[in-house]
């Protein structure tokens, strides 16, 4: 009875929980949770951290922005910006920040503020490379065009989230 108590002590250190807030990930000792992007234009997502576990759905857009909110092994645990989530393998996902659109249209700004002159609309859907962020802004390039938008408009970044 002692080796089954073991093994099953074992199997459940072995399934990853989700993150919580301020937790430091097991292999990359990267802040959990986190953001990345698709570093691929197709990845399959599996309902378990290996090739072995059934594809669930698949990603197919390069770019699109992910919150990895578990690690295990080379897997990580993702979520996008709808909900839906499952396994990747890490070698799918890039470091670079990308943000999507959620609200129907978000203005692009010259500055940091709703007085400055519009740059660009971008639609619900269009992701965008993030490239820095106040406490209610941030600023995106998109299709050639490079602008603020309001923070409260993007998924991919953290309300409180401050990048230089």
Sequence with gaps: ???????????????????????????????????????????????????????????????TPLQVTAEYGNWFRIVDAEGAGGWVHRSLLSGVRTVVVTDEQATLFEAPNGDAQPVATAMKGVIARLEACQLEWCLVKVEGFEGWVLKIALWGVDAAEILE
Excluded at 24 to 43: C, N, Q
Aim: hydrophobic share 50%; no cysteine.
């Design 1 to 63: 009875m002692k080796h089954l108590f073991i093994f099953l002590t074992a199997m459940m250190i072995a399934v990853p929980a989700l993150a919580q807030q301020g937790a430091i990930g097991p292999v990359t000792g990267h802040p959990l949770p986190r953001y990345v992007s698709m570093k691929v234009k197709e990845a399959f997502v599996r309902r378990g951290p290996a090739r072995t576990h059934r594809i669930d759905w698949v990603l197919n857009h390069r770019g």
